[in-house]
């Protein structure tokens, strides 16, 4: 039977906030923008950029992107040249504009960018150099995608920087890490959220350089969400939708086409979030690029920009599309000696060509050669390096007069290190836990992080997974503005929405809240989601930082990353959300002083902790703390050394008695779970057994290992860990290097024991079901123990 389908009811958005334009309807607005000469200016600039991609890729070799980072390259110079407000001579000022490349792979297009920009100012307002560690110098290009140890003469006479294959921020006015599966862009928001939060009146514009393939990611996503709805305004999307990726040609849905990945284009994107869109169709256009920022700055929605431009990836390079991205011409092939035409021509000079054996000081001879060429063009032409050098003070000069100001009530996150009442040794009065009662380690750390933000005026910015009471992360907040941050209508919470159940972008929004550099950011989730979904963004922060003090030598800015509902104790929620192996992911898995993972099993030791903690400044802290409450001990009436001790890392809850005949071995213990069940159920009876025993407590690794040798080997001699088995909460790769005998290894019990991920239940059941409960732990302790006396006797 044949029927007819009935209309399609019409379906449109519910009315944004944000505004969109097409910029070639309202160029007759910005007619007078650019000059004839600030036309030809631009075109020169250009000319030399898209060169020098060209020589980059050529000879490094035949490594990088330079199919983007031409694409993108008219839109950044407008930025830098005519849009952004910064002082060139001072790339870490605060209240500068900053640009972030969230496409990361551009990086080619970025180091050419700025090495062009610092030989246009050497040559035409040299008193505008930072010093020298801080600029990125033409001779530094010998360094692109070179290991600090490359040994090729060049590199080494002019000391030439390494230049990573995707920024970090050991590059001047580069402020995060990025390039790993769309980080960049949240950690970029971050960075709008910290400065719009300190300068409230006038903020610091981000401008963030992405392509469409880089907004593919649902962390990005998430991001582009939260922007909208926390209205950061100073953030600016400049998008190279060159349609292009590493396998496709059509990335997004496009006059008619279906797209081979999404069905969206960026405008519709952002536009659906609730940004203003402003639609550049052709983007290499200067008239066009330069009216589309300039109407941006100009809006006055409050709420966060996209400009789309439509770009070709590998413009005029002589290789397009896919095929550029992260490939190109051939080495010193006619295709590269090609795409140096526009330039020879503009010039009227030659590039030295290649010829003989492609050795490597050879080559690097030659590319050295093609740089100082370019050097040679600029100082036979001085009307373009006065034109950039008058351009670049003139950017200084507009920040100096906008006179940007720190709000009066502004944090002050400085405190939290120079403040003397604050010390891990001396406990607040609110927690101040009485024996006997209960209170959640969730809460405790909650209460901590609360105390530490009302003495920093808010210097902690905190988000949580949808979770935010659920985690006790909302109690950073008490005493401030309730509610969700808004720019707008709510700016004094502490607390960001960032898009729901998003600890992708969360992890990387709060980095970059950090990374600015007056916020502690703050995430919370289940640890069984948030170890393992912002392990990506946290190994981008130790990066940047580790890069960026290579070069300032300034600490780390942290952000904390709380493990919460950690563990087995989370069993009514099941295996999908009890993980043991959160810890595994963390736990000594960053260079050191990058990460501290914290494992209180006491709430009285959470504050002791997280103090220490801070104070070393590391970049990432990962408290793990469980869901249930627990019942506050007399540690005194226990005999268990005070909190101060858990500051350690690690710490013995007994000490075997040196004197007696009898000696029974190590316990090392780690995790709340286990901890708890020994101490309440298990310690007394071992001692009613007459049983002499070391046992330990890990609370934090990392710590441990900020003491010095002679003191860590007093505390847990190394000769321990080959008697020693373990008990934890957690997997057995925690345990390894307190556990190294094959028997001891045997012997630990960890969640996975058995073979198999543990079943659902109340806390009690699954720790019993993992042999960790007070029987099981006394039974596996008295075999041990027998073990270790009959081989003492033996």
Request: proline share 5%.
């Amino acid at each position: 039977m044949n029927h007819t389908l009935p209309t399609p009811t019409p379906f449109s958005l519910n009315t944004r906030r944000g505004v969109y334009y097409n910029i070639t309807d309202v160029m007759s607005s910005f007619d007078s923008l650019l000059s004839n000469e600030e036309l030809q200016f631009f075109e020169q600039i250009d000319c030399i950029y898209r060169t020098m991609c060209s020589i980059l890729y050529n000879f490094v070799p035949t490594s990088g992107h330079p199919g983007g980072s031409i694409s993108s390259g008219r839109a950044v110079e407008m930025l830098l040249y005519q849009t952004m407000d910064y002082d060139f001579s001072q790339p870490d000022k605060k209240d500068a504009d900053m640009i972030s490349y969230a496409a990361g792979h551009k990086a080619m297009g970025l180091y050419a960018m700025w090495a062009l920009r610092n030989e246009l100012v050497r040559l035409g307002n040299p008193s505008l150099l930072a010093q020298e560690k801080r600029q990125l110098r033409l001779e530094d290009l010998l360094g692109f995608r070179r290991n600090p140890t490359n040994e090729t003469p060049l590199f080494k006479k002019y000391s030439a920087k390494a230049l990573d294959g995707h920024p970090t921020c050991a590059t001047p006015f580069i402020k995060i890490a990025t390039g790993a599966s769309g980080v960049g862009v949240p950690a970029s928001f971050g960075l709008a959220l910290g400065a719009l939060d300190m300068y409230p009146n006038n903020p610091p514009n981000v401008h963030v350089l992405e392509g469409e393939g880089g907004m593919t990611p649902g962390r990005v996503h998430e991001a582009i969400s939260s922007a909208a709805t926390s209205r950061l305004y100073n953030a600016f999307l400049h998008v190279d939708w060159n349609q292009a990726s590493i396998d496709s040609n059509l990335v997004c849905r496009e006059d008619g086409s279906t797209g081979d990945y999404v069905q969206w284009n960026p405008a519709e994107l952002c536009y659906v979030h609730d940004w203003n869109v402003i639609y550049v169709p052709d983007g290499h256009d200067f008239k066009q690029i330069a009216a589309a920022q300039r109407l941006a700055l100009s809006l006055e929605t409050k709420q966060p920009t996209g400009i789309i431009y439509r770009t070709t990836k590998g413009w005029k390079y002589g290789v397009e599309g896919r095929d550029s991205h992260g490939a190109g011409h051939k080495f010193a092939s006619d295709g590269f000696y090609n795409s140096l035409k526009d330039f020879e021509q503009m010039f009227n000079v030659q590039f030295p060509r290649f010829t003989g054996d492609a050795i490597p000081a050879r080559v690097e001879e030659n590319y050295f050669h093609s740089l100082m060429t370019i050097r040679n063009v600029l100082e036979s032409n001085p009307h373009l390096t006065k034109t950039a050098g008058k351009i670049i003070s003139d950017a200084k000069e507009r920040l100096t007069n906008i006179q940007r100001t720190i709000r009066a009530d502004a944090p002050s996150l400085n405190t939290l290190y120079t403040n003397k009442e604050i010390d891990a040794n001396i406990i607040p009065d609110e927690l101040k836990l009485a024996p006997g009662s209960s209170i959640t380690l969730r809460e405790v750390l909650g209460k901590s992080l609360n105390i530490l933000n009302k003495k920093t005026n808010g210097a902690f910015l905190a988000s949580a997974a949808d979770l935010l009471g659920s985690t006790s992360v909302n109690q950073v907040n008490y005493g401030f503005a309730p509610g969700f941050f808004n720019a707008t209508s709510n700016p004094n919470s502490r607390l960001v929405s960032i898009g729901g159940i998003c600890e992708d972008a969360m992890g990387a929004m709060m980095a970059g809240v950090a990374s600015y550099g007056s916020h502690i950011g703050v995430t919370s989730s289940y640890s069984a989601f948030i170890a393992a979904l912002e392990h990506v963004p946290a190994r981008l922060h130790g990066i940047g930082l580790q890069a960026r003090e290579s070069v300032t030598g300034e600490p780390y800015n942290t952000w904390i990353m709380v493990n919460a509902h950690a563990g087995v104790k989370t069993g009514e929620d099941g295996p999908t959300h009890a993980d043991p192996q959160a810890l595994q992911l963390l736990q000594e898995c960053f260079p050191h002083r990058v990460c501290i993972t914290l494992t209180p099993w006491d709430p009285q030791e959470i504050w002791t902790l997280l103090v220490a903690a801070l104070k070393l400044r590391p970049a990432i802290l990962a408290p793990f703390v469980t869901r249930p409450p627990e019942k506050v001990i007399d540690r005194v009436a226990m005999k268990l050394p005070p909190v101060e001790d858990t500051a350690k890392g690690v710490y013995a809850m007994r000490t075997a008695d040196k004197t007696s005949k009898q000696y029974n071995g190590t316990i090392v213990l780690q995790g709340n779970g286990v901890a708890s069940i020994f101490v309440n159920e298990v310690l007394t009876k071992l001692e009613e057994q007459g049983l002499n025993l070391n046992i330990y407590y890990i609370s934090s690794v990392e710590l441990f290992k900020f003491l010095p040798a002679t003191e860590r080997e007093t505390i847990f001699p190394e000769a321990l860990t080959y008697e020693a088995m373990g008990i934890t909460d957690f997997t057995m790769p925690t345990m390894h290097q307190w556990i190294r005998s094959n028997e001891g290894i045997q012997r630990t019990l960890h969640s996975f024991r058995g073979g198999h991920y543990l079943g659902s239940g109340a806390a009690a059941k699954v720790l019993e079901e993992a042999g960790v409960h007070g029987a099981g732990q006394f039974k596996a302790i008295m075999e041990y123990a027998t073990m270790i006396e009959k081989g003492k006797k033996d």
